[in-house]
């Protein structure tokens, strides 16, 4: 009898221990940092007007720079198609001037290639253009070095906005 009783309290003191245990794996996964691309839509947030979750962006590198998209993912919704519209405008006419403060608060001031645009900005065509369901900017020089400065600046876009960002191809 004694015996049985000792079983079935280390049992039980077993089994408290491995519920407390999970618990606390638990809380620790709960809690755990969030990662690069939280981090980065939580700050785009800040910056960018429309709401990530219902736009798209695309970074696609071209052979004399790169072509930025953000649309809606319902082209029938104005508000962000708006919101898009007039934050890509605006960013364009500050990249023309070499600002890129507003990609430096998201992605950080060691953004790959953002160093090498800022100084090389006068040496970069920036176009932006409306669409039917969101905007673009255009972005053309002929200097080699900032091609690769700014196809840097896209794989770092793409990296960081994960699932919110898609690629291209030249």
């Known amino acids: 009898m004694k015996m049985n009783l000792a079983r079935r309290l280390t049992a039980e003191a077993v ?12 809380s620790t996964v709960a ?9 980065v839509a939580t700050r785009g947030a800040q910056v960018m007007p429309f709401d990530l979750e219902q736009t798209m962006h695309a970074f696609q590198p071209q052979e004399d720079g790169g072509l930025q998209i953000v649309t809606a993912k319902d082209p029938a919704n104005s508000q962000q198609i708006a919101l898009i519209q007039a934050h890509l405008a605006e960013e364009a006419a500050k990249f023309r001037q070499g600002d890129f403060s507003d990609p430096a608060k998201i992605h950080g001031e060691d953004m790959p290639g953002l160093a090498a645009l800022r ?10 253009t409306p669409l039917p369901n969101g905007a673009q900017i255009q972005y053309t020089t002929k200097n080699p070095a900032l091609i690769v400065a700014l196809h840097q600046w896209f794989a770092a876009q793409l990296s960081d906005h994960g699932h919110h960002a898609v690629g291209g191809h030249h």
């Open 15 to 26: 089994g408290t221990a491995l519920l407390l245990a999970t618990g606390l794996l638990a």
């Open 119 to 128: 100084a090389g900005a006068g040496h970069i065509d920036v176009q932006y």
């Open 31 to 39: 809690s755990s940092p969030p990662t690069r691309q939280e981090e």
